[in-house]
């Protein structure tokens, strides 16, 4: 039975829609981590927090006194892109007079915490970028890639069971004595970027090392690197699926120069985590921890594009703050108490969650349950929701009792997102994003245009239920 602190609460999708509308304004910047932009938005969350009826959380933390709202820490730098001198050039070495400039943003996009760079160099494709001694694989064999540029592609082979990310990728790239990295999503599209409805167009990514010295990198139009290597007697289709065949492959020189041009520069930021509770009603399980959680940045203001990023995650702190409403102005509150957490730095390798891990407001084996909500706005209508150290009937309940159990498509563990700091640290978590396409990801296309409001109501729907059943059960 559903319990009952969410007793009659109508929802408000006008509500979400005016967050998002917020948050995806130009005068917030993109909300890149450490700007002023993410500043002002943190802002905005602590307004919605107290109008919401929620308490900050001060008072349970030994370590900060001085916490109100917010939780922060000074970052190591925030990089800007200095529209006005980004140039990548293709060169053919066999045809000196053919020569491809670039349109930053349309046709390329610098990796976002690239470092200034003036670099011309050979390149040579390294199929995805994997080396993995455990199974036997290292795509660099036979290759010694000291100054030169290295192409990799995006995601893996349909063969390799195991994930790899492109900060992982880069920083092999560094190892091996490359320059500098091209990426590219091939036209052979994995089941990931099918069932999202990515196509070939440049994302925005970031791509810092472990030693946060990262090397000049740019994401390619993979239609614009098949009009190179076609020109050649090449293709990018054929490169695939010579790196597709993992077990064979050779890595090799592209007859192709590329020269890299541009000036960034780093600022001090304070990275911003907003945090609001609301206490649980039973002496006992009040102890005992939910919290919620969705991420506010985006990528800001880069190559002279704004990155609105309303579903990715206007979207789900949207959804987080309708919760917020249905729960503060329901006539019972929940058992258990339940935080709120507005993360930031997501987008730069999930630095706000790693933050609140470390210094958590509650002790984390008191954390009941982490739901992490990450662009809900878009997609089929469905949600695809990942359960890690929970029963995951658990979710199937809450998706029948709130009429959704066509709804749901559910799975384990997901290698990314603000989830992944708190599975590491042992506790059960769940994540919800949207189903299907979501053909704006990491683009400046990515408008409050883009929303689909139906979707914001399936989530809320589904969301209110497993917050019952996991904030009121035994």
Known sequence: MPSSFFPSIPMDIGNMIQDIRELSHPSYQGRQAGTDGSLQSAAYLVDRFQSLGLQPANHFL???????????????????????TITLSLLHTNQTSMTMSLVPGQEFLPILDSPSTRTTARIVFVGYGIVDHARGIDEY???????????????????????????????????????????????????????KGLGQDPLAIYGETPDNRPIPGAWIHGEVLDQALKAAHGSLEALQQAANDIGTFRCRPLP???????????????????????????????????????????????????????????????????????????????KRTVLFVSFDGEERGLLGSRLYVSHPVFPLDQTVA?????????????????????????????????????????????????????????????????????????????????????????????????????????
């Open 62 to 84: 030994k370590q900060e006194q001085d916490f109100h709202w917010f939780q922060q820490r000074s970052m190591t730098a925030v990089q800007l892109l200095e529209p006005s």
């Open 141 to 195: 064999q036979g290759m010694n890639v000291d100054n030169r540029i290295v192409l990799f592609l995006r995601g893996t082979p349909p063969s390799y069971p195991g994930w790899v990310t492109h900060e992982e990728k880069a920083a092999i790239a560094k190892e091996r004595g490359a320059v500098g990295y091209l990426t590219a999503t091939g036209p052979l599209l994995g089941r990931y970027e099918a069932r």
């Open 256 to 334: 192709l120069l590329v020269q890299l041009q541009w000036e960034a520069h780093s600022q001090p930021g304070t990275l911003t985590n907003v945090i609001g509770m609301l206490p649980g009603r039973d002496q006992e399980l009040r102890q005992e921890l939910i919290l919620i959680g969705a991420h506010r940045d985006h990528f800001g203001r880069q190559a002279g594009l704004l990155f609105p990023g309303a579903d990715d995650n206007a979207s789900g702190t949207s959804v987080m703050l309708e919760l917020i409403r249905m729960l503060s102005q329901s006539a019972t509150s929940p």
């Open 370 to 474: 982490m739901i992490n909500l990450d662009h809900l706005g878009a997609g089929d209508g469905k949600l695809t929701v990942g359960v890690t150290r929970m029963d995951k009937n658990l979710a199937q309940q809450a998706a029948a009792q709130a009429g959704l159990g066509d709804n749901i498509q559910m799975y384990g563990y997901f290698p990314g997102g603000d989830h992944v700091p708190f599975f590491e640290a042992g506790v059960p978590t769940v994540t919800v994003v949207s189903s299907g396409r979501h053909t704006h990801f990491h683009q400046p296309s990515d408008t409050l245009e883009s929303i689909q409001p139906a979707n914001l109501a399936i989530a809320a729907k589904f969301l209110s239920s497993l917050i019952a059943l996991l904030a009121d059960g035994p």
